[in-house]
């Protein structure tokens, strides 16, 4: 009998379509958005997970800043964005850090490239919380 491997370290395949759609939305409603009379978006990924995971695929977290990025390099848009990023758990790819300090470092490059407008917060907090 195989071992089947954990999902804590991959991304299986409903995650995988899970995020894509994920992404595919929030570029979608921050167009929608910027031509609304909103001026301020909250996005909220209470359970961000690894960032990248073994399997070289991209988590959640990675798909909303990404997505925030090109919207606003593409429609020189004008909102101010706030992407809350969270997980209040332990690294199963590197058991010495928390989920979130991968995140942080494998979403920093791209928080570097994003206007003054947008910010990112991270945070290690019980989702609930």
Known sequence: MSRRRSTSDHLAEHSLAKVEVLRY????YLNVLERSEVSE??????????????????????AIVDAVKDHFYSQEARNCVHVWLNDSGQSA????RSKIERVEE?????????PEHIHVHYSYREALD
């Open 106 to 114: 494998v979403c920093g490059p791209l928080v570097k490239q994003l």
């Open 25 to 28: 939305y929030v570029a979608a």
């Open 93 to 96: 790819i590197d058991e010495s």
């Open 41 to 62: 978006v909250h996005i909220l990924d209470l359970m961000c997970g690894e960032g990248v995971y073994r399997d070289g695929n991209r988590g959640s977290a990675l």
